[in-house]
């Protein structure tokens, strides 16, 4: 009985041990995955730079960025990001032709262990004043 617990100990240990440990490859993480920007005016561009990390450890590959609609424009590194660097995802949003609430879904393809990341902008476009 007692080598049976023993074992069941040292099978628990194993496991969260194993847990702990780093995953193999890229990893990106955003310091945030929205921005709301509260009210604008219709015509208004407003923009965001994300700021990620790849806590990986394999270079990040940011393969592609693609967006809900042409209202919303990308710009992000085309170089790999190293183990341990940050990076930037610039984010622009031009709300002309825009009314209400807006939630402006930016989808990150990467090599990362999570292939597709999502980040987003958020306004409530209202009319421009007379």
Known sequence: MKKLVLFMVMAFFAVAVQ????KDGAE???KEK???FGDITQGDKVEHTFVFENTGSA???????AVTCGCTA???PKTPIAPGEKG???VVFNSAGKMGKQNSVVR?????????EKVSLIS??????R
């Open 28 to 30: 990106i993480i955003f």
């Open 34 to 36: 929205s921005i709301d």
């Open 108 to 116: 990150v393809y990467s090599n990362a262990a999570e292939p597709i």
């Open 124 to 129: 409530n476009v209202l009319p421009k004043g």
């Open 88 to 90: 930037e995802m610039k």
């Open 59 to 65: 270079p990040l590959v940011i393969s592609n960025v």
């Open 19 to 22: 847990a702990q440990e780093k």
């Open 74 to 76: 990308p710009n992000w």
